[in-house]
């Protein structure tokens, strides 16, 4: 198959363009930096040139296509407080690709995510689909990325073969720059790896190697609709994460208390006192996925994320 990635260069993306090579597919990658293209070009992609805005690129390289995998978000954009124009970037961008696939029956896959799908309970790949599909362009905050999966889901009645792969909030591996990342250098800043209160609030994870397997998978198999969930560790408890750094770092571990959360956890204080487990059962079943790498905890001890810069 030809498939076009959008993200092709980032943290996942950069694992699925040799997962996918690998499996014999030709990949052609969208850049919007030197920096970008010439590492899809390293990774033995072809490199189209353009970003999310250019709707008039992504309609014609869709089309001439045999599948699309969406990754790219706005996330520098997103993160310096335009959220909803991110967010709104990438609805755009989705239905430009979705109306150049429409009636073709060919795949279209989107990355989603999974945080907060169901506080305080497992989630499943059943959860979260209460977004009214026409209601996209109205969706306001977090809901405005939900609603744009709904839609991507939606294509199927379109003659789409479209799915949704939801990530868990944590793809480690070597090279992670993420969340776990940033809770080693917050333990390293303040002289202790916290969680807060007893530590019970459980984060899902994958390794992005697995991750990258799953969205072959899906881009290659999945039926239409299909709703799919990159989980490999169901929930880890905050608590067993900051003893792993804590152990790693020499430094104490320690219990946050709720209101003091945001001065010692900064950004991440609402993500690491949320509990949010979920289960990738019905993933497995549908496509036959079964993560291979280390979990979570291992891929912690393994001790990539404690070397110094200069190591």
């Not at 124009?85 to 979705?98: F, H, I, P, Q, T």
């Amino acid at each position: 198959m030809r498939v076009f990635i959008t993200g092709a260069s980032g943290w996942i993306g950069s694992a699925v363009v040799p997962e996918l090579i690998g499996a014999g597919h030709q990949v052609v990658g969208l850049a919007r930096s030197e920096a970008s293209a010439a590492a899809i070009a390293a990774a033995g992609a072809e490199v189209q040139r353009g970003s999310l805005d250019d709707l008039d690129i992504l309609r014609s390289v869709a089309a001439g296509s045999d599948g699309v995998i969406h990754l790219a978000f706005k996330h520098d954009i997103a993160f310096s407080g335009g959220f909803q124009e991110a967010s709104d970037a990438d609805r755009r961008a989705v239905e430009a690709l979705g109306e150049a696939l429409a009636g073709s029956d060919r795949p279209f896959v989107l990355a989603s995510g999974t945080l907060g799908l169901a506080p305080g309970r497992v989630g499943t790949e059943r959860d979260g689909h209460d977004a009214a599909p026409a209601m996209v362009a109205l969706a306001r905050g977090p809901r405005t990325r939900h609603a744009t999966a709904e839609l991507v889901l939606s294509l199927a009645s379109r003659g789409v073969r479209s799915s949704v792969v939801r990530l868990s909030p944590t793809n480690h591996g070597v090279g992670d720059h993420g969340f776990m990342a940033s809770l080693v250098g917050i333990a390293r800043d303040k002289g202790a790896a916290g969680h807060v209160g007893d530590g019970s609030s459980r984060w899902p994870a994958v390794h992005r190697l697995d991750s990258a397997h799953l969205f072959r998978l899906a881009l290659e198999g999945a039926p239409a609709g299909s709703t799919l969930h990159a989980v490999a560790d169901e929930g880890v408890p905050m608590r067993d994460i900051a003893e792993v750094i804590g152990r790693h770092l020499h430094l104490p571990v320690v219990s946050i208390a709720p209101e003091d959360a945001g001065e010692h956890f900064a950004w991440m204080a609402g993500f690491v006192a949320l509990d949010s487990p979920v289960s990738s059962a019905l993933t497995r079943d549908l496509l036959g996925w079964e993560p291979v790498q280390p979990g979570l905890i291992d891929d912690l001890d393994e001790g990539h994320y404690f070397r110094s810069p200069s190591a």
